[in-house]
């Protein structure tokens, strides 16, 4: 059962994130607590000579004064400060900076002072009638011919070339190369039995490219390439690399015939070439309305962050930070994962920091406008959410179920889903400069 303690206590406000707490237990509780742990202690230990619960505590502080006053001390802290928040209706959101002194002296005050971050109260100044761009995205054949060219590549035979080692225009060639400037190699500029494809898209340096035609297997030699002004390394942004170059091997790429053979290995849903297109167009479509969609509610957010400022809790963004940096490399071997956070955690969660920013101001907006409209995540909304994400992982929908049961994982859900109401809302009310563009322009 929790510790009770009669307090006295005051708040001050360091900002509208941070308060400070000034607690003070008095010493008739500090010596109450202190006489509690021992005659607990007398019951637990055993000291040769005397009885379990007769040992006196002159005696038990010989052995045991150091680990149960550590103990007292922090109980007594735990208590008084949950005491105090509760007093002044403080939520933390993140552990206190506890200033206390070391130790407790029975019958004394003892004060100490906490340091605790909260949410800040948000004003909503900027929601209902929003101007945002809206581009609506089209659709046409041009975009279908261009996907179609991508499918072919992707279904392309490749295979040595037999009898030839001379390099001609459309080859894919292998190539051992490296570049330097200034004599220097430079990092990452360079390659082991580099596929490019002679006058194809896939080697950004066309000088190096049509270097390559007419030479010979095992040909070494030399090209100067002019980096471009957007180069990573912002020191040699337009200056001239010298490539050194070797081709070692020649394939050669067959492209499949656009027909009903084609359509039929591309989609069990197409019988003919033509019906493949239109597929082809319908899923554009879709991704078309996704990115209009997209691009609306990012500029919906970037429009309610512009037009509420308040103090972001450092907290909540380095919370935010390390789960960015963490969601990063999931996609590696749990090993690998492990050696990289450990070699270069910190600067990974400091990358992440603009973008953690970002979704705690959003996420602190939605959630006062929640608030401010009353908007509920209804349990129709939970179910149909539900058997959707059970419909995309072929998972059943109790398992889904079962895991949203665990910890606090419903209550997210369902202020992940009003969120996204407060969010629907803004959308909704917002004012559009509306234009049109092509998808692929």
């Known amino acids: 059962m929790p510790m009770a303690l009669q307090i006295r206590s005051e708040i001050k406000e360091l900002s509208t994130v941070e308060r400070q707490l000034a607690i003070v237990v008095p010493g008739d509780q500090v010596a109450k607590e202190l006489d509690r742990a021992y005659r607990e202690l007398s019951q637990k230990v055993r000291i040769k000579g005397f009885r379990p619960g007769k040992i006196p505590r002159y005696v038990l502080e010989q052995y045991y004064k150091a680990d149960t006053e550590q103990q007292v001390l922090e109980r007594v802290v735990n208590a ?9 209706n403080v939520a933390p959101i993140a ?24 949410k800040p109260v948000i004003d909503l100044k900027a929601w209902k009638g929003l101007k945002l761009k809206k581009t609506t995205y089209t659709v046409g054949d041009g975009d279908a011919d261009r996907e179609l060219v991508r499918l072919r590549e992707g279904q392309a035979k490749i295979a040595p070339v037999e009898g030839r080692d001379v390099v001609q225009q459309g080859d894919l060639v292998e190539t051992n190369w490296s570049g330097a400037v200034d004599g220097e190699n430079v990092k990452g500029l360079s390659g082991v039995a580099y596929v490019i494809e002679v006058g194809g898209a896939n080697f950004p340096y066309k000088e190096a490219d049509q270097a390559l035609v007419g030479k010979k297997l095992g040909e070494d030699f030399s090209v100067d390439v002019k980096l471009p002004d957007d180069f990573r390394v912002e020191a040699h942004r337009g200056k001239t690399a010298t490539f050194k170059m070797r081709p070692v091997g020649i394939k050669s790429k067959t492209l ?7 359509a039929k290995d591309i989609s069990e849903k197409a019988e003919t070439f033509a019906q493949l297109k239109e597929l082809i167009i319908e899923d554009l479509k879709k991704v078309a309305e996704v990115k209009t ?10 429009a309610l962050i512009e037009g509420n400022a308040f103090e972001v809790p450092p907290a909540l963004v380095d ?6 940096a963490v969601d990063r490399l999931q996609r590696l071997p749990q090993q690998q994962a492990e050696m990289v956070w450990n070699a270069q955690g910190q600067r990974l969660k400091e990358d992440a920091r603009p973008m953690a920013t970002r979704q705690v101001r959003v996420s602190l907006i939605l959630e006062a406008l ?23 992982m072929n998972t059943p929908l109790k398992t889904v179920k079962s895991v949203f049961a665990k910890d606090d994982r419903l209550k997210e859900l369902q202020f992940q889903l009003a969120s996204q109401k407060a969010l629907d809302k803004v959308i909704a009310e917002a004012a559009y400069d509306e234009s049109t563009k092509a998808l692929s322009a």
């Open 293 to 302: 969609k997209n691009e609306v509610r990012d500029a919906a957010i970037t």
């Open 256 to 262: 499949p015939a656009l027909d009903d053979e084609f």
């Open 370 to 392: 929640v608030a401010a409209e009353q908007l509920v995540a209804t349990e129709a909304d939970i179910e149909e959410y539900m058997e959707k994400m059970a419909a995309e």
């Open 95 to 118: 552990n206190p900076q506890i200033q206390a002194p070391s130790g407790l002296i029975a019958g004394m005050d003892f004060a100490y002072q906490a340091k605790v971050e909260v």
């Open 80 to 88: 008084s400060f949950r005491e105090a928040i509760k007093a002044h």
């Open 319 to 324: 919370r935010q930070a390390e789960q960015i």
